[in-house]
C-alpha cells in the first residue's frame, strides 16, 4: 500500500489503477443515489436508466481486472504487492456486487411506481446517502493508505444498519395493521436490505485496508458512533 513498499508497480500503474478504481466507485456512488431517487420521486424513466448504466460500469471492471491480472502474470509480485493487488481485485468484486444491487432495488422501485405510493420511505433516502458515502470513503481509504478514514467507514456501517432495523419495525407494524399493503412492504423490506448489504460490503473494504496497514482483522471490534448526517428530504 505504502508507496516505497510497491516495488514492482510504478508510480504511473498505480495512478492508472487508483483512477480507475475511484472512477468505478463514483459511478457506483451514483447508481445508489438514482436508484432511491427513482423510487422516492417515482421517476421509472430514471430507474430504468440506472438498470442500463449498469452495463457501463461493468466494462470498466474488466478494464481494472485484467490490468491487475497483468501485473500477475508479467511480474514476479513481492508480498506487499500481492497485498495491493488483492485487496484491489477483492474492492473491484464488492463493487460489482454494490452495482448488482443498485439494479435490484432499480427493478423494485419499477415495481412499486407502479402502485399507490405508502409513507415508509422516509429513511430509506438517509441510508442511501450514508451508503454512497462509505463506499466513496471506503475507497478513498484505499487509496491514501489512511487508517482512520477507514475506520470511520466501519462505524458508519452501524448507523446503517440501525436504519435497516427501524425500517422493518416500521413496516411489520404498517403490514400487521393494514394487511393489503404486505406485497408492497415486501418490496420495500427488499430495498431497505440492499442498502445495508451495500454498507457491509464498504465495511468490507474498509477493513481489508486496515488489515493491510495493522495486518489484523478488526471486524467486530470497532464501537458504534453515530454520525453527523445531514437532513435529507423525502
Known sequence: MEREHISIINEAEFHEVSKKLLEMGGKVEMMINNAIKSLVERDSALA???????HEINALEVGIEE???????????????????????????????????????????????????????????????WTAVMVKEALAAFVRCDEE??????????????????????????????????????????????????????????EMVIFIIKGKYIRSTISYVQPSSPEIGV
Open 48 to 54: 430504468k436508466q440506472t438498470i442500463v448504466f449498469d
Open 149 to 206: 478514514l477507514a475506520h470511520k467507514v466501519c462505524k458508519d456501517c452501524h448507523f446503517v444498519n440501525n436504519h435497516n432495523e427501524k425500517v422493518q419495525r416500521v413496516l411489520l407494524t404498517f403490514m400487521m395493521e393494514e394487511p393489503e399493503t404486505i406485497s408492497h412492504g415486501i418490496k420495500i423490506n427488499h430495498i431497505s436490505k440492499c442498502l445495508e448489504r451495500i454498507a457491509d460490503h464498504a465495511a468490507k473494504i474498509a
Open 67 to 129: 490490468k491487475f491480472l497483468h501485473i500477475i502474470a508479467t511480474r514476479q509480485p513481492k508480498v506487499h504487492d500481492l497485498h495491493f493487488i488483492t485487496l484491489g481485485l477483492k474492492i473491484v468484486t464488492d463493487l460489482e456486487r454494490i452495482r448488482k444491487l443498485c439494479v435490484g432495488v432499480s427493478k423494485r422501485a419499477l415495481e412499486l411506481n407502479q402502485e399507490p405510493p405508502l409513507k415508509t420511505y422516509i429513511d430509506l433516502p438517509r441510508m442511501a446517502h
